[in-house]
Nanobody, 127 residues
Framework: QVQLVESGGGLVQAGDSLRLSCAASGRTFTNLAMGWFRQAPAKEREFVAAIRSSGRITYYAESVKGRFTISRDNAKNMVFLQMNSLKPEDTAVYYC????????????????????WGRGTQVTVSS
């Protein structure tokens, strides 16, 4: 497994922006697809975005498409989630996740695809 640590969450108003960061350990990072998920209280964990190991192909939930951007810097072992035009319904704990090094599929929207998870960072959007 890869150790993941999220940061960058906070309390913002609707329409504001936040940039989440995920720091990953291990030299296998460049071979892993990465994802962001979120979970609100009493809600199921929800897919937000994913990025393939090359950083060239990304995937987004319909609810965030056009507002959020996932990116990665493989030289720094980091993944980012730029969140613009935030809405109150974006309020959740956001988790960074990494796939297994052997994963070669494209089911990035499924939580079972990921082997490693960070502890999460809280994002709260007020109205």
């Amino acid at each position: 497994q890869v150790q993941l640590v999220e940061s960058g969450g906070g309390l913002v108003q609707a329409g504001d922006s936040l940039r989440l960061s995920c720091a990953a350990s291990g030299r296998t990072f460049t071979n892993l697809a990465m994802g962001w998920f979120r979970q609100a209280p009493a809600k199921e964990r929800e897919f937000v975005a994913a990025i393939r190991s090359s950083g060239r192909i990304t995937y987004y939930a319909e609810s965030v498409k056009g507002r959020f951007t996932i990116s990665r810097d493989n030289a720094k072992n980091m993944v980012f989630l730029q969140m613009n035009s935030l809405k109150p319904e974006d309020t959740a704990v956001y988790y960074c996740a990494a796939t297994s090094p052997s994963y070669s599929g494209t089911y990035y929207y499924r939580s079972g695809t990921y082997d490693s998870w960070g502890r999460g960072t809280q994002v709260t959007v007020s109205s």
